[in-house]
């Protein structure tokens, strides 16, 4: 197992990945998330990877297939009127392969990404957990998350 920064080379794995978030998400949630979409294209991922603002982590197994993967997106806060300036590494999705889960490959992930964060000079590490997504939200607090906020609604038709 290799955790490494994504390359073109691991978009077809990355897209079955986000295939399998978005199927946690979907039946979670159907009144908000459309059946059979992809979050992004084979081009938008790559200007993704190539992007300043974010950084894209895989876990490689033994044959070189994405076992994993992290989306983290850097946020920079500077001379905001409210708020102290500090740079924020937001964890915008992490999945492990459904038939590797189990093995460990998430903490490793998680740990990686904390580790990264750290040798940045990050401050802090935050993340958003979908309700409809328990499992999650238990590996977020046994990774030692806390609450930092709260996202409400009011569902209104």
């Given at each position: 197992?290799?955790?490494?920064?994504?390359?073109?080379?691991?978009?077809?794995?990355?897209?079955?990945?986000?295939?399998?978030?978005?199927?946690?998400?979907?039946?979670?949630?159907?009144?908000?998330?459309?059946?059979?979409?992809?979050?992004?294209?084979?081009?938008?991922?790559?200007?993704?990877?190539?992007?300043?603002?974010?950084?894209?982590?895989?876990?490689?197994?033994?044959?070189?297939?994405?076992?994993?993967?992290?989306?983290?997106?850097?946020?920079?806060?500077?001379?905001?009127?409210?708020?102290?300036?500090?740079?924020?590494?937001?964890?915008?999705?992490?999945?492990?392969?459904?038939?590797?889960r189990g093995r460990g490959i998430g903490r490793a992930v998680f740990d990686f990404v904390m580790d990264y964060a750290g040798k940045e000079g990050f401050y802090n590490v935050t993340l958003?957990?979908?309700?409809?997504?328990?499992?999650?939200?238990?590996?977020?607090?046994?990774?030692?998350?806390?609450?930092?906020?709260?996202?409400?609604?009011?569902?209104?038709?």
């Amino acid at each position: 197992m290799e955790i490494v920064r994504a390359t073109d080379k691991d978009i077809p794995g990355i897209h079955r990945l986000l295939s399998q978030v978005e199927e946690v998400h979907r039946k979670g949630r159907p009144d908000i998330f459309r059946l059979n979409a992809r979050k992004y294209s084979d081009e938008e991922l790559g200007e993704l990877l190539a992007d300043g603002s974010f950084v894209i982590f895989v876990c490689h197994g033994e044959e070189g297939e994405v076992l994993a993967h992290a989306f983290c997106q850097i946020k920079d806060i500077r001379g905001d009127a409210v708020l102290i300036d500090r740079k924020t590494l937001y964890i915008d999705d992490i999945c492990v392969e459904e038939t590797a889960r189990g093995r460990g490959i998430g903490r490793a992930v998680f740990d990686f990404v904390m580790d990264y964060a750290g040798k940045e000079g990050f401050y802090n590490v935050t993340l958003n957990v979908w309700e409809c997504n328990p499992g999650a939200k238990a590996f977020y607090e046994c990774m030692g998350m806390k609450i930092q906020k709260y996202g409400m609604e009011m569902i209104l038709q």
